[in-house]
């Protein structure tokens, strides 16, 4: 039988580009996988169920192992609620409960990232990805090819419909040195994880760490 497929999903201001380096750990370990591009991306009325919706098209009606990074956490567990998800993967991000928003968890501690330029829209932007200084070579090159888009802030502070962490494993990966969501914001809400995984670095993980985070998907995998 094959595997599922490994859906990754990218946070606020993101592009399916910036899975370009566990793309190609997983392509050379045989794993399918398949990145959403998120609607509220540049789109100032799409909202959460809008990117719920567009994950579970891009899922299909196989089994899946959602893989969120940042606000996408918030999007694989809406999203989880119409699929056979096996396995929820949550990337420098939070484990949220039913009734929380992504934006509850992120004010509760300040990270010191980038300050956001709200817009008349009702989308926001950064001013730039986290700090050049946390990042190697190989991942400011990424961020050049990936620029910040515009969001749709509203998806952020809307509650969970549900909670599938409470049927589906999880692994919740923190990032220790998180300049985006507080680490302890992150290792706060482990406690509703399966497992838990620390890697060294700013918020970007599978950028910097792409081999340990494709480890961590074959774990989900059952490989």
Partial sequence: ????????????????GLWEYLVAEL??????????????MGSATATLADDADHVRAVAGDGPV???GHSYG???????????????????ASVVLEEGE?????????????????????GTAMV??????????????????RNPPRPFAVGAAVTPLSGAPWRTVDSTLVV????????PDTQRETGS???????????????GTHPRRVARVVMDALGR
């Fill in 1 to 16: 039988m094959a595997d599922p497929l490994v859906v990754l999903v990218h946070g606020a201001w993101g592009a399916p």
């Fill in 127 to 144: 001013t730039q990805w986290g700090n050049p200084d946390h990042y190697g070579a190989a991942v400011l090159d990424l961020f050049a």
């Fill in 27 to 40: 392509d050379a370990a045989g794993i399918r996988s398949a990145t959403a591009d998120l609607p509220t």
């Fill in 65 to 67: 192992v959602l893989v």
């Fill in 73 to 91: 956490g918030a999007v694989i567990a809406e999203a989880a609620l119409g699929l056979d998800a096996t396995h929820l993967v949550y990337l």
């Fill in 101 to 121: 928003s992504f934006f509850d968890w992120l004010v509760k501690r300040d990270a010191g990232g980038s300050p956001l330029d709200f817009r008349d829209d």
């Fill in 175 to 182: 990032a220790t040195e998180d300049t985006v969501i507080h």
């Fill in 192 to 206: 509703r994880a399966r497992r838990v995984v620390e890697l060294d670095g700013d918020h970007l993980v599978q």
